[in-house]
């Protein structure tokens, strides 16, 4: 009995987590969770008699989700593949991969740093998950790029923090502003930033 009653809970999360990412919190519907779960939505008050536990319970399984299967793995993928790569390629590829990741996992993403905003414990959670463990990896890409001689002594999380603000403020740019953005295509904006952030924009 008790299997059964973890089976279904189980069914309820994955089903919210679904309906979550496709139309984020406010716009879903317990009827709608209930029916991709294949349950009654009376079985779901039962475990969540609230739409807003439901959703706590369904964000500690997207973050879990989200920041080891989805983020991290496929980082780590991304700088496996590419370890023999010029820092450039490096560099372009993971770009690729953390757009290709926003674009797939949009409604996931806004869900979670919403939530974030009001939940501490989701918050902990997320940077535990996510930034934690992403930060050493970016990290050691910094330190390759000193001891080859190719970057300055400079602090290697500062220059990673650096990096990643390009990235995101870039994403969400075309994401939110899209008409102001001049690039029609993604890789030669790309091939900008990358350019920016390893040489300046000072000339020489």
């Known amino acids: ?16 987590i679904n309906i979550f990412s496709k ?18 939505e009376g079985t779901i008050f039962k475990y969540y008699p609230k739409k807003k536990e439901l959703l706590h319970a369904a ?14 793995d496929s980082l780590k993928k991304v700088i496996q593949e590419n370890e023999d790569q010029s820092i450039e390629i490096i560099l372009k590829a993971i770009v690729l991969d953390r757009i290709t990741l926003f674009q797939d996992h949009l409604q996931l993403i806004k869900v979670i740093f919403y939530e974030m905003q009001f939940h501490k414990d989701i918050k902990e959670l997320f940077l535990s998950k996510v930034s934690k463990n992403g930060i050493p990896i970016f990290a050691q890409i910094f330190e390759k790029g000193k001891k080859q001689g190719q970057f300055k002594d400079i602090n290697s999380l500062i220059a990673m923090r650096s990096f990643m603000g390009m990235i995101i403020f870039m994403l969400l740019q075309r ?24 040489n300046g924009i000072k000339r020489g």
């Open 59 to 72: 964000m500690v399984e997207m973050i879990e989700l989200f920041g080891e299967s989805i983020a991290i």
């Open 175 to 198: 994401e939110f502003l899209y008409k102001e953005n001049a690039f029609e295509n993604i890789e030669e904006e790309v091939d900008v930033l990358i350019d920016i952030f390893l």
């Open 23 to 40: 139309k984020g919190f406010s716009a879903a519907t317990t009827s709608e969770i209930a029916k991709e779960a294949k349950v009654a």
């Open 1 to 16: 009995m008790k299997r059964n009653a973890k089976e279904t809970e189980k069914k309820i999360l994955q089903a919210a």
